[in-house]
């Protein structure tokens, strides 16, 4: 077999080296968008707001998109919605929240989060709010409140929310499996004498 020199041997490892980190990037960035994509899975995005639209636009449809927000007790429900600044101005605001109510007309004003609260946005740009709800035990599990957020400045309509406990806890909650119990086993001593 041909020996090697030192320069090659070097070479040779170096270049390993860089594989086995590019291929440690990659299964790093492939978890990571996986990851993203679980936490992304979750959020809703069915409205898209904006003003100033120079497009005619089509008769509204009877009943307007909701942002549902739903949960387990002690978990987080998270929405989101896009705001798009079609102005010819500069605006900045803030997100408010209106009060929600059920369909027997007991209102609540849960603590949502607004990420950002506060938008401000150029002509033309665009902005992603996330709505965050945490879900506790005061809830109802199955009752639905609705409730409303608005843009003042930038949105025309209010972007309707659905924020419920959900109802089937139990079976959205994987079981515990039991453990397989280990089988006893006797051995025989051998009676046979030593001579």
């Known amino acids: 077999m041909a020996e090697t020199s030192p320069f090659s ?12 980190y590019y291929e440690s990037v990659i299964r790093l960035t492939t978890g990571y968008f996986e990851a993203l994509a ?6 809703k995005l069915p409205v898209r707001l904006g003003t100033g ?11 307007a998109p909701a942002i549902v927000l739903e949960e387990a007790a002690g978990q987080e429900a ?19 929240t209106s009060a929600f109510t059920d ?29 965050i709800a945490p879900i506790g035990d005061d809830l109802e599990p199955g009752v639905t409140f609705r409730g409303e957020l608005s843009v003042p400045g930038l949105a025309e309509n209010g972007i ?3 924020l419920r406990r959900r109802a089937d806890e139990e079976a959205a909650a994987p079981k515990p499996r039991k453990r397989a119990r280990k089988r006893k086993t006797t051995r ?8």
């Open 53 to 63: 639209s120079a497009q005619p636009t089509t008769p509204a449809k009877p009943a």
């Open 38 to 43: 679980g936490i992304w899975g979750n959020v």
């Open 103 to 131: 369909d027997s007309g007991r209102q609540i004003q849960p603590p949502l989060r607004i990420v950002p609260g506060t938008l401000t946005l150029d002509p033309g740009q665009s902005a992603l709010v996330q709505v």
């Open 188 to 195: 025989k001593r051998s009676t046979t004498k030593k001579a």
């Open 78 to 96: 998270v929405g989101a919605f896009l705001v798009d600044n079609k102005l010819a101005r500069r605006v900045s605001t803030a997100v408010a």
């Open 9 to 20: 041997d070097m070479l040779q490892r170096s270049m390993r080296a860089n594989l086995d």
């Open 160 to 162: 309707r929310i659905v």
